[in-house]
């Protein structure tokens, strides 16, 4: 059983380009969450999605910053014209439908932005 | 929104003593509190989880306590290895229900160093 699956794991932007991650939940998951850690900081949500929905998007900025969740493929986070401060690890992490709440963590893209 | 706030943020102890982190809610309505474990470089990784109707688990040499009253919980380690070396967060899920469920809000983290 595959866990969740995230590509790529290293992803270098520069300044004003697109960075486009890709999460793959756990099979039979059909609830996704991106999280962001900064550089020696803890984790903070970004959006919570399941299939065609966005169920939480109340971390994420307004501006720049989109996720999406289709009903075939991975959830996409999409962060248009990137500047320094996106660079982080991005986390995504997946959790069966109906919950248990234990939610499985991907093994991160850490996205630099030149 | 919720609120989570971890102590200590760096903790060293000796291989074999035990080590215990602490962390405080502010939602009293969460009922959902997870551990997870994170080695540098690597995915977090869930270690233990304690629901608010329970007030301590424990699995081999770890456990969790969970005061709701306070509204605070607790990690404790016995035994400890040099594998245990890490960075641990807590979490605290927001309640069921509309728009806040299934969001965990995570503490600052600990970061744990055992020496041989």
């Known amino acids: 059983n595959a866990g969740v699956m995230q590509n790529p794991r290293h992803l270098v932007r520069r300044r004003g380009q697109e960075a486009r991650l890709r999460c793959s939940p756990m099979k039979g998951h059909s609830h996704v969450y991106w999280y962001r850690q900064l550089p020696e900081e803890g984790l903070k949500f970004m959006v919570y999605?399941?299939?065609?929905?966005?169920?939480?998007e109340s971390g994420m900025p307004k501006e720049r910053f989109s996720a999406e969740f289709p009903k075939e493929g991975p959830s996409i986070l999409r962060i248009q014209q990137v500047v320094r401060g996106d660079s982080a690890a991005y986390f995504c992490a997946s959790s069966p439908l109906p919950p248990p709440d234990t939610q499985y963590f991907g093994p991160g893209t850490r996205l630099t932005v030149l | 929104g919720e609120n989570v706030e971890q102590h200590p943020s760096t903790l060293s102890v000796q291989e074999g003593d035990s080590a215990v982190i602490k962390c405080t809610y502010s939602d009293s309505a969460s009922n959902y509190f997870p551990w997870y474990k994170q080695e540098l470089g690597k995915r977090p990784q869930l270690i233990i989880d304690i629901r608010s109707n329970v007030g301590e688990k424990k699995d081999q040499r770890i456990a969790v306590t969970l005061n709701k009253t306070a509204k605070h919980f607790s990690l404790h380690i016995t035994e400890t290895q040099p594998e245990d070396s890490a960075v641990y967060f807590c979490a605290a899920r927001a309640n069921a229900g509309g728009t806040s469920y299934g969001k965990l809000t995570f503490g600052q983290g600990t970061i744990l160093t055992v020496h041989p």
């Open positions: 999605l399941q299939k065609e929905n966005i169920i939480d």
